[in-house]
Every structure is written in structure tokens, then in C-alpha cells.
């Protein structure tokens, strides 16, 4: 189950991060901002998909 998992995990962080730069292409965020944006929402999705994780282990 786990490496199912982790393959799943890959492929929404691929799709967010492809979705994250149609956003900074649409809004045309400057190049310094575009880092801390990526950043900000992969941290934020791993911390998503791990307590995903935890909670179907546990239950």
C-alpha cells in the first residue's frame, strides 16, 4: 500500500506544480515571486498527503 501511495503522491505534486505554473504564467508573476509560490504550495501539499497517509493507517 505504501508504494502505491507514493506513487499516487507523485502524481498530484506533478499536477499541482503543472497547475501552479499555468498560474504564474496567467497572472505573470515576476521570477523572483515564482519560487516562494512553488515552495509555499509543494510544502503545503506533502503536509496534506502525509496526514492523508497517517489517517488511513490509523483508521
Avoid: D, G, W
Avoid at 506513487?7 to 501552479?20: D, G, M, P, Q, R
Avoid at 504564467?25 to 498527503?49: A, D, G, W, Y
Amino acid at each position: 500500500m505504501l508504494y502505491v501511495f507514493i506513487l499516487i503522491a507523485f502524481f498530484i505534486l506533478f499536477i499541482f506544480n503543472s497547475l501552479t505554473m499555468r498560474l504564474c504564467l496567467k497572472t505573470e508573476m515576476s521570477q523572483e515571486k515564482q519560487p516562494n509560490v512553488f515552495r509555499t504550495i509543494n510544502i503545503l501539499i506533502t503536509i496534506l498527503l502525509v496526514s492523508s497517509y497517517i489517517e488511513v493507517i490509523y483508521t
